[in-house]
């Protein structure tokens, strides 16, 4: 009785005084003893069984019935490869946008036989896989500048082809962390390929023939399908209207510090215009020395760099 009603109470010494009182038991602790010696008789049985019970299961499964273990370990290896098959076919269910290639064209300047000059605008090439099962569209491009400086000019003396394009110009003056957005709307197929390209823009360069040129160091992303993570694209080194190596009124050289006869400027104002070259090679090398994907060209620039005077000029 004891056994059976224990689960009701919230000890066995209340369980026993419950049954006491109901059998007419004058002192429960008389009743405690009896079940005390029941516990270990029943428990000095049970081991013995139990036991018993436990080397016949033993010996069952894995003597007398290997075959059993075998099913066992298949069955519970399928249910485990059937998982992972799901997670990989869930998963490839979706789009999934890898960068096959990044590809930079310089800005330039061109002069048609009639008509004002045509600035080209600087180029991204990118070309993009599709190994997902589901179609991704691309909402848009940002730029997320991480540094700018500019050029002035010091001085003047005279595959499969690409299914879209998407212009901005850059801005101006802008700080670290400003993101440039370009609008895209460009379909990949699943399992499919496709390449389109950004054509950015300089700002407005300053009047009276001199011409400004524009570094920016981005971060570059394309954002596609809610939810998907965007497609990194990496660092890439902007350089507009087009690159300083265009015209020798960019930067001061090696070859303008050790042969002064090189730096054709002459006149009052030749001490400033090489100042002004310097402060501009220090500026240029502040920026290519960071990382990032840039066009031949601008590969070509640091080398070049000088950052001191002519010995003739006698300052820094």
């Keep these: 009785m004891v056994a059976k009603v224990r689960a009701k109470y919230s000890s066995e010494s209340a369980a026993i005084n419950a049954v006491a009182s109901e059998l007419g038991i004058g002192d429960p602790e008389t009743l405690r003893r009896w079940v005390r010696q029941a516990g270990s008789s029943a428990n000095a049985g049970q081991q013995d069984r139990g036991s018993s019970k436990s080397g016949f299961i033993k010996k069952s499964l894995l003597r007398s019935h290997p075959i059993v273990t075998g099913v066992i370990v298949t069955v519970v290896g399928g249910l485990i490869l059937a998982y992972f098959q799901l997670v990989i076919n869930a998963h490839n269910k979706h789009p999934s946008l890898e960068v096959d290639q990044v590809s930079l064209s310089p800005g330039g300047v061109t002069f048609p036989h009639e008509g004002l000059p045509i600035a080209a605008p600087f180029k991204i090439d990118i070309k993009l896989l599709n190994t997902g099962s589901q179609l991704a569209a691309i909402n848009d491009a940002r730029l997320v500048i991480q540094q700018v400086v500019k050029i002035p000019q010091c001085a003047t003396q005279g595959g499969f082809g690409s299914t879209g394009s998407y212009s901005s110009n850059m801005p101006i003056d802008p700080r670290p962390g400003t993101i440039v957005t370009i609008p895209v709307s460009q379909l990949v197929n699943p399992n499919g390929a496709d390449r389109f390209d950004l054509r950015l823009r300089a700002p407005i360069t300053q009047p009276g023939g001199l011409v400004t040129i524009y ?15 965007p497609v990194d694209l990496g660092e890439i080194l902007v350089d507009l209207p087009y690159d300083p190596l265009n015209g020798d009124a960019y930067f001061w050289t090696h070859l303008f510090a050790t042969h002064p006869g090189y730096f054709r400027f002459t006149g009052k104002y030749a001490p400033e215009i090489e100042r002004c070259l310097i402060r501009n090679s220090r500026a240029l090398n502040s920026i290519l020395s960071m990382p990032g994907k840039r066009t031949t060209m601008i590969s070509k620039i640091p080398p070049l760099l000088a950052f001191c005077c002519a010995a003739r000029r006698g300052f820094s």
């Design 215 to 229: 570094l920016y160091r981005v971060h570059a992303y394309l954002d596609y399908n809610i939810g998907a993570s």
